[in-house]
Each structure stands twice: as structure tokens, then as C-alpha cells.
């Protein structure tokens, strides 16, 4: 299983607009990716609702896997976009 852990690089977490922007860089990696907070329960990363659930905060670490064999790529497309708090994810990362 592919890993990587995070800190939340939105001040205002994954709230709102910038879990809509993870959301749909997890959908669009095209591997299935699971999201946590560091020591909870991993939820879909592809789902609006579940990542809301969440409830993670700016600065907070976050999980984010995969069992996905080429799972590797995504995954660091995914921990940068969350790190850097980016408003999406460039298309050369």
C-alpha cells in the first residue's frame, strides 16, 4: 500500500471550496485514494461528503493511500496539492 502523509497547507482546511478541489483531483487520478486524519478512520477522498466529514483543519496531517498498483504518482500529485494549499492542481505536476 502507497502512503503519504501531509499537512493541510489551506488555512481553512478541507472546507468548502478547497475539499472541492481535492475531491476532484482524487476523482480525476483515476485510482482509488482513501483520506485521514492521522490517527482516524480512512474515507473515500473521491467523496464531497466524506472528506467534509472529516472536519481537517489548516495545518492538521492527513493520510492519504492507496493499494492501487501505480498508485505512487497520484498520490504525489495529491500531497502536493493538499501541502501547498493549492486553488488546483497544475497539469505538470
Keep these: ?5 501531509v ?4 488555512a481553512e482546511g478541507l472546507h468548502a471550496r478547497p475539499a472541492s478541489i481535492f475531491v476532484r483531483a482524487a476523482t480525476a487520478s483515476g485510482v482509488p485514494v482513501t483520506i485521514a486524519k ?3 478512520n480512512p474515507v ?4 464531497m461528503l466524506a472528506v467534509l466529514g472529516l472536519g481537517a483543519q489548516g495545518g492538521e496531517e492527513i493520510v492519504l493511500a492507496s493499494e492501487a ?3 505512487d ?3 504525489d500529485r ?6 501547498e494549499g493549492l486553488d ?3 497539469e505538470t505536476v
Design 38 to 40: 492521522a490517527d482516524g
Design 69 to 71: 498498483e501505480n498508485a
Design 78 to 83: 495529491l500531497s502536493k496539492l493538499v501541502a
Design 44 to 47: 473515500n477522498a473521491a467523496s
Design 73 to 75: 504518482a497520484a498520490l
Design 7 to 10: 499537512n493541510v497547507g489551506w
Design 88 to 90: 488546483e492542481l497544475p
Design 1 to 5: 500500500m502507497a502512503e503519504r502523509r
